[in-house]
């Protein structure tokens, strides 16, 4: 049996209505992913209430876990159970609930707190009650059959160390106790008989190092001296005698709960081992518990399962994790923090909880598309899965717009990092599949509102490019099959080239997802073209920064800026002083188009790098402004209009 779905009413974050939390689970491994008070704590905390855990922590009821710290709310936690086996309906068989024509058994577990009033001087009344039925109308589950619904869980932070260590309140006894093998395997001590000590189970080896110690000829001596002095305390033909044993519980269960308390758990090696390994060796003795339960819910719940792992590690027992799920029917349900592991986990097993909501991310309930999973599940790695934690999300094609986007925003007054906005630079291919993320299939629900911008180029040159770029040759006619297109194949209505981009746009953009095309080319022309002033006319204010930066970018390959940048940039500005001074409007372009285009060879044509391009021309800015030479209302009327939108659209306005 597997937990299908839990429904939390009134309980902290969550309230009751529409308010309410309705998260649907999947057999396996489940991610609850999102920011910091989301509400991922109070859905394992709620199952946690509901159900109780196997290490039979007792959990107090405070003001603080009724939605809006009003105890006179009615708590209500609705676990839902399906996928029963024979073993699971006779264990639960007065409780359970018939549907889909009464062929189909289902366990309702209604958890209900009711607060009283918080007298003066005395504790709060806090009435709690555990019923089934799918309106909780059902009897009331005994405490006996409770127990089989119990889940393990591991606490974020934990002290693995000190949960496997010996004594009364050992996680590892526990663990041990409800190990078959421990109690099955091996005979009792027989203490008229000879005994193997091989071949005795746990209790006997009890019982017979008990009767060893009692027969030890110091034992056995100190009870001869003892016997000495008693008689000569008794009266003449009593007889009396004295007996040394080991002190013991007279029933079995207690017996063999004694000894198992005497267990610990370590690692072995050489020195200390680290909070790491701990949590390892923690989780492994949990996953062995679980794997060997053959009724009720076999349910782990672990916060922050990558609390104290270095990134490999992390992603090994994530790996890990959804193997012993598949392997041994396990259902494991995970909050966590970490891209590492975000990354190593199915999509179609993660959960976004976003203010207080659940947006599960399986098939089905997002635009994606069957094949699209796939997709992702290759090439979704720790460098794009902080979008899961990101406020808003800003989808790139290319290694330029992920380095120059953050300097522009932070210039502009709004900061990536403090807005928590996370890059998604994805190559160039998938953006629509990263973007269909965050869009829901049904949306009754609500929608995931996280602002999702989609950057991507209109890939048009202008007609005059082909030639600077040295394309085609000045005056050949253009192949009739090529890879590149120009304004003049949309013809000279502007509004065929506008349509085009509405239609790029178009395709990826819905709910809150929207997708900004570049004006014109590709991110380095359209900087270098710059914005559009009252007149139509473009600016070019960036166009000398951006052609800098590409020749100091082309050095930098060369290593030939041994001898500092100033030289460098000295003779790129004289050499986009010659460009602006040669260029000259034509029928086919601006005189603007064919500045910038020239500025755009230097990539284009002479292939420097626009990663490395990128990074210098971040640099100039933010040294520019930090100079008091570039306002952010000077860069916001100098950037190309959908550079400036879609920064806008993930940040909200500075104060």
């Known amino acids: 049996m597997h937990l299908s779905r839990v429904t939390i009413s009134n309980f902290r974050c969550f309230g009751e209505g529409s308010d309410s939390l309705e998260l649907p689970f999947k057999p396996g491994l489940t991610a609850l992913v999102g920011e910091n008070e989301a509400g991922k704590t109070a859905v394992i905390d709620a199952l946690r209430f509901a159900l109780g855990t196997t290490d039979q922590e007792w959990y107090r009821l405070e003001n603080s876990d009724f939605h809006g710290q009003d105890p006179s709310r009615e708590i209500k936690i609705v676990c839902r159970f399906e996928g029963l086996t024979p073993t699971d309906k006779r264990a639960f068989l007065e409780y359970l609930t018939y549907e889909d024509g009464g062929m189909v058994p289902l366990l309702y577990v209604n958890w209900i707190a009711k607060g009283g009033g918080d007298a003066p001087k005395r504790k709060p009344y806090r009435r709690v009650e555990t019923t089934s039925g799918k309106d909780g109308a059902g009897p009331s589950i005994v405490p006996e059959v409770r127990e089989l619904l119990t889940a393990t869980y591991l606490r974020p932070l934990r002290d693995a160390e000190q949960a496997l260590s010996s004594g009364r309140t050992s996680r590892l006894s526990q663990v041990l106790y409800y190990i078959k093998t421990i109690t099955e395997s091996g005979i009792p001590f027989n203490p008229d008989g000879e005994n193997d000590p091989n071949n005795l189970n746990v209790l006997g080896i009890g019982d017979f190092a008990n009767a060893l110690l009692e027969r030890q000829q110091g034992v056995v001596d100190a009870r001869e001296k003892i016997d000495e002095r008693l008689k000569k305390l008794t009266l003449s033909g009593d007889t009396i005698s004295s007996r040394i044993r080991i002190s013991s519980p007279t029933s079995d269960e207690q017996r063999l709960k004694l000894l198992l308390d005497k267990f610990e758990l370590a690692l072995q090696g050489l020195g200390r081992f680290g909070l790491g390994s701990n949590n390892l060796l923690f989780m492994a003795c949990e996953l062995l518990l679980l ?36 392997e041994h029917n396990l259902q494991i349900i995970v909050t966590t923090h970490s891209p590492n592991l975000a990354s190593a986990i199915d999509l179609d097993n993660m959960v976004i909880i976003k203010k207080n909501c659940a947006f599960p991310l399986a098939k089905g309930q997002t635009m994606l598309e069957v094949n699209d999973y796939g997709f992702l599940k290759r090439f979704l790695d720790v460098t794009k899965a902080n979008l899961f934690f990101a406020r808003g999300v800003v989808i790139v094609e290319g290694d330029a717009e992920n380095i120059l986007l953050p300097s522009l925003a932070r210039i502009l007054g709004r900061d990536f990092t403090e807005q928590g906005v996370s890059i998604v630079n994805v190559g160039g291919v998938g953006l629509r599949r990263y973007a269909r993320i965050f869009q829901r299939k049904d949306t009754s629900r609500g929608e995931l509102k996280i602002p999702v911008a989609c950057i991507t180029d209109a890939d048009v040159m202008p007609d005059c490019a082909p030639e600077i770029l040295e394309k085609v040759k000045p005056g050949e006619p253009w192949p009739p099959r090529r890879r590149w297109r120009t304004k003049g194949d949309f013809g000279t209505n502007g509004q065929t080239m506008i349509s085009y981009r509405n239609e790029k746009i178009a395709k990826a953009s819905g709910q809150h997802v929207q997708t900004f095309v570049s004006e014109e080319w590709t991110l380095e022309y359209d900087l270098a073209l710059g914005s559009k002033d009252e007149n139509g006319k473009f600016g070019l204010r960036l166009a000398e920064d951006v052609y800098v930066s590409a020749c100091l970018a082309e050095h930098d390959a060369m290593n030939e800026l041994s001898n500092g940048l100033a030289e460098v940039e000295s003779e790129a500005r004289q050499e986009f002083a010659l460009i602006m001074q040669d260029a000259r409007s034509t029928q086919l372009c601006t005189f603007e188009e064919v500045v910038a285009a020239n500025v755009y060879a230097k990539f284009g044509r002479d292939n420097v790098s626009k990663a490395v391009a990128a990074q210098y021309l971040a640099q100039r800015l933010v040294t520019k402004h930090l100079r008091g030479e570039l306002s952010p209302a000077d860069l916001r009327s100098s950037l190309p209009r959908y550079l400036v939108e879609a920064i806008d659209y993930v940040t909200a306005p500075s104060a």
């Open 291 to 326: 794997s060997h339960q053959d009724e009720g819910a076999r349910l782990l719940l672990i916060e922050e399962p990558e609390a104290h792992l270095h990134p490999q590690r992390q992603l090994r027992v994530m790996k890990s994790l959804q193997e012993e799920a598949a």
